[in-house]
């Protein structure tokens, strides 16, 4: 099966999207979508599927050859773009978050359950070959039965919420700050990584705007640039996390991580994409993983839309990324946010 594709949004994300296009072998024509004329004739020069540009959704919703529609839009515009594109009658690709509350992302689900189409969520770096193998070796018992996933990661990206014209971090688009954006990630290898050993249960967090202005006063509709939160398991399993967008310099450790389990700890404080290593009584062992990606976020990225595709077209599952798990992790982030406006914990529904 070869699909026409129609991808919407033109900005930087959605060149990696049209690269992973271009590649698929279940791609045979991609229609452009996007309101900035001049940005769609540059993208559409980069690949030789593109058969058409268009400045208007309806255009892709009403082309009868179109069978995929590919969201790559602020997450304000993610639910109601995939609700016009099921009820064309198009399969639909969505950037994450997918929706900016649980209401939104149900009746997308329900939308795309009624229509029979399919609705992914881009979860890409379940598809880094390095998570996939540490991910079946924690399953398969390295750590034994892990108590405590640990994630801190802190980096710099306060331009986005002075840049007048950024989107990125405004409440009313973004739905939240750093972690609605690149939180996201961290949020589901999470869940993936500890999905065999139970369901996660509650939240406890705490989101704040520490490093954007001089003098420390909130900016108005702006996200949060910190965030640290605690989910709970049915017994003793925990996960602790922080992040942060502010930091005015690279912090000395910008990332650490670790798995402590029962029988070891798994170092990842370099993160999958550097050494890692399993520490216990027995002494260090160097866990031997796949070849680093080249360019870690776009190659995944690439491998994601790979399966999703191929996935439509041979009619079956993807390997990862399903509604459910996009569900869980939205609700996750959600009940940081809940959380750190009450100040009390919030339970997980299944
Ligand atoms: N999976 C990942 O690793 C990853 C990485 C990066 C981004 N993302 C996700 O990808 C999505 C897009 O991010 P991005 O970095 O590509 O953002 P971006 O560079 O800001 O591009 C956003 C696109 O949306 C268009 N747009 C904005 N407001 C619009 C409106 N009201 N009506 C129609 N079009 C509108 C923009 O058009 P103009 O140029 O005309 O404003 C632009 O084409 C987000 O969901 C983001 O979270 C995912």
Redesign the pocket.
């Known amino acids: 099966m070869k699909l026409h594709v129609g991808l919407?949004?033109?900005?930087?994300?959605?060149q990696?999207h049209l690269s992973a296009l271009q590649e698929s072998p279940y791609v045979e024509r991609v229609t452009l979508c996007?309101?900035?004329a001049a940005?769609l004739v540059e993208l559409a020069a980069t690949s030789s599927k593109v058969v058409a540009t268009v400045p208007e959704l309806d255009q892709l919703c009403n082309d009868p050859s179109i069978e995929v529609i590919d969201i790559?839009?602020?997450?304000d515009?993610?639910a109601p773009t995939a609700l016009a594109a099921l009820a064309a009658g198009k399969h639909v690709i969505c950037?994450?978050?997918a929706g900016l509350s649980l209401a939104q992302f149900d009746e997308v689900a329900a939308a795309a359950e009624r229509a029979g189409r399919r609705w992914l969520v881009?979860m890409?770096?379940l598809y880094n070959p390095r998570f996939e193998a540490l991910q079946a070796r924690v399953a398969d018992g390295l750590v034994g039965r892990p108590f405590l996933l640990v994630e801190n990661a802190y980096s710099n990206h306060t331009r986005w919420y002075h840049d007048p014209q950024?989107?990125?971090t405004r409440l009313s688009r973004a739905g939240g700050g750093v972690l609605i954006?690149g939180g996201?990630?961290m949020v589901y290898k999470h869940l993936e990584l500890l999905r065999p050993f139970g369901l996660p249960r509650w939240v406890q967090g705490d989101a704040a705007q520490l490093n954007l202005t001089s003098s420390g006063a909130e900016l108005a509709d702006r996200g949060e640039d910190f965030v640290q939160f605690v989910v709970g398991y049915d017994g003793p399993l925990r996960i602790g996390a922080s992040h942060s967008w502010s930091m005015p310099a690279t912090a000395g450790r910008p990332w650490e991580g670790f798995l402590a389990g029962s029988q070891g700890v798994l170092d990842i404080s370099a993160g999958i994409d550097g050494p890692v290593v399993l520490r216990s009584n027995a002494g260090e062992e160097a866990i031997p993983l796949p070849p680093i990606l080249s360019q870690p976020?776009p190659d995944?990225?690439r491998l994601c839309l790979a399966d999703y595709l191929a996935a439509m077209a041979e009619d079956r599952p993807p390997r990862w990324g399903g509604v459910a798990a996009a569900r869980a992790t939205l609700a996750v982030v959600l009940a940081v946010y809940e959380s750190a406006r009450t100040g009390v914990r919030i339970p997980l529904t299944p």
């Open positions: 919407i949004g033109t900005g930087g994300w959605a990696v996007g309101r900035n940005r790559v839009l602020p997450h515009l993610h950037e994450k978050p881009v890409n770096q950024s989107w990125r954006d996201y990630h976020r995944s990225m």
